[in-house]
């Protein structure tokens, strides 16, 4: 597997990064002359106004929460949803939280993505957009 493939993708980094989310991951995306590398976190510091942490689907599950509770749909009070992962017959990553009611899930966020990683990262956005968690 490509190391690309195990970290959240550029695009999802540098909007983590502008929501706030310590810069502390392992590996990180980094500008360097035309190109954007994945470079190991030790990076000098000439490069932090051009590095992003490239987070693993490893560090952003530790990062989500186990439970959120949120008002949704017709739903007046709050209802806790909790976080689910799963891999579909094409290979991709869907990742959501989910409140089971009447054997149909119901999804606050399900995002159906290329990597675990990625699926993971447009979770904690949304959490960190809607204000559904603190950073």
Known sequence: MKLEEQVCSLKLAKKLKKLGVKQEGSLCWVKYKDRYE?????TESWYKDKQ?????????????PQ??????????????????????????FFAGYVKQEEDEPDFVLCAGLNTMA???????????????IKK
């Open 38 to 42: 994945i470079w190991d976190s030790g």
């Open 52 to 64: 992003w942490s490239a987070f693993t689907a490893s560090e952003l599950g530790e990062m989500l």
């Open 67 to 92: 439970f959120v509770r949120v008002k949704h749909g017709r739903i007046k009070e709050k209802r806790n949803f909790h976080l689910e992962i799963r891999k579909d017959a094409y290979g991709r």
């Open 118 to 132: 990625n699926a993971l990262a447009k979770n904690l956005i949304y959490l960190l957009e809607n204000k559904l």
